[in-house]
């Protein structure tokens, strides 16, 4: 570093430090700015990971399809063949590489007498693989084994709401329930991992048996809903596209079915996360913009006080380039320091709220917007300090040392 370089900063930092309230005041823009670019996509980025891994939890890699039954009575009739049936499972999980795991569904109404009262409950027929694709959450007991899952043994699950209508005081495991015609032993309880509002196949009040029980009773071998488990995010497309084809090829060209993923809905929370994220930091840029104005006007009425030191320093050698660069410097230290301030504010803020969050919920703090708060904030001290500087490093020698 020349000694004209220490002359500078020593310049810039004994100004700075001459009015510290000016300087506090003026940074605290900076500050608040900062912070605010910090806080604002932290919040974004935690909102958005918490939503997608809600979405994930309903199944991971989910393939879904569902046979659209027409509406004319002869196409009723004729749609018998057009349900979908284990042998489709079987179909699918053979013949799609990227497919690792599938299971089917298929539920009918039954009641149950609670306390002297019949309600209304949701009877599940599960196959094998359910389990791992929906990713239940089971709360006291245990899922139905593979012995189980393929036989017609009388056990079921319940639904924690179920459970606790039908034994509010005592352990429901091993009880057996009536439900419908049929005595079932029950081997666990159970809940969504996220609920899905009634909107999948597991209702508030749900049993869950076998699926050859459920054929059995119900005289129905038909699989009402289809999943299919894709190896990894990338291949949920196609997989999407596949398990349409399978099921179109082993049935009738009129047969219509509706096969989906969650992979829209995921995009749709991202594309939503990353609007956000922008209008929030817009909003942050618009504080940023007004503590640079303040910068200005700050620097603009410094440079007027400061007109005699000036052209003292010109009258002994300072060039323009000098005293330009010593104003740019006071403005850049003060948005610098403000910038690291506000930043540091910021992450200390969001390490103090992380412990206080519910815990699926976590505050992610991106390294990537601690480096954009301190450039923006730092290039717009620059910004809105060249004016000043500028016009400190035209003022004519002879006239600022006249300058009273």
């Not at 100004?15 to 910090?38: D, P, Y």
């Not at 497919?99 to 039954?110: F, I, L, R």
């Not at 005699?308 to 010109?314: D, P, Q, V």
Request: glycine share 8%.
């Amino acid at each position: 570093m020349t000694v004209i370089d220490r002359a500078i900063w020593k310049a810039a930092l004994t100004a700075l430090s001459a009015n510290t309230l000016k300087t506090s005041l003026t940074t605290l823009g900076v500050v608040i700015g900062s912070a605010s670019i910090v806080l604002v996509v932290s919040a974004s980025l935690t909102g958005k990971r918490y939503i997608v891994a809600q979405i994930e939890a309903v199944g991971t890699n989910l393939v879904y399809a569902e046979h659209v039954k027409s509406g004319s009575e002869q196409d009723r009739v004729m749609a018998l063949s057009d349900e979908m049936t284990l042998a489709d499972l079987d179909a699918v999980r053979t013949s799609i590489p990227e497919v690792v795991e599938t299971a089917g569904t298929h539920e009918m109404p039954a009641t149950v007498v609670v306390q002297g009262v019949e309600r209304s409950v949701t009877l599940v027929g599960v196959t094998k693989g359910f389990q791992r694709i929906r990713n239940l959450v089971i709360l006291n007991g245990r899922f139905l084994d593979a012995g189980e899952l393929v036989s017609r043994i009388k056990v079921c699950l319940l639904t924690k709401e179920l459970a606790a209508r039908m034994f509010p005081n005592a352990d429901p495991i091993d009880r057996i329930v009536r439900i419908g015609e049929l005595r079932f032993t029950v081997v666990g309880v159970f809940e969504e991992r996220v609920t899905t509002f009634g909107q999948a196949e597991i209702q508030r009040e749900s049993v869950i048996i076998p699926f050859p029980l459920l054929s059995s009773y119900s005289g129905s071998e038909f699989v009402k809903v289809l999943y299919a488990q894709a190896d990894r995010p990338e291949t949920v497309e196609l997989v999407t596209r596949r398990v349409a084809a399978v099921l179109q090829a082993r049935h009738r060209a009129a047969a219509s079915y509706r096969v989906e993923n969650l992979t829209s809905l995921l995009r749709a929370v991202q594309r939503i996360g990353v609007a956000l994220t922008i209008v929030l930091v817009l909003v942050a840029f618009v504080a940023l913009g007004i503590s640079g104005i303040g910068i200005m006007n700050v620097m603009l009425v410094t440079v007027t006080e400061r007109t005699a030191e000036i052209g003292l320093r010109k009258a002994v050698g300072a060039t323009r380039r000098e005293v330009l660069a010593q104003f740019l410097l006071e403005a850049a230290l003060m948005s610098g320091a403000g910038a690291v301030v506000g930043a540091v504010g910021a992450v200390m803020l969001s390490l103090a709220v992380r412990p206080l969050l519910p815990p699926p919920l976590t505050v992610s703090i991106s390294g990537m917007s601690i480096a954009l708060a301190l450039i923006v904030s730092c290039g717009t001290g620059v910004l809105f300090g060249y004016l000043p500087a500028r016009k400190a490093a035209h003022l004519p020698p002879t006239e600022a040392l006249r300058h009273d």
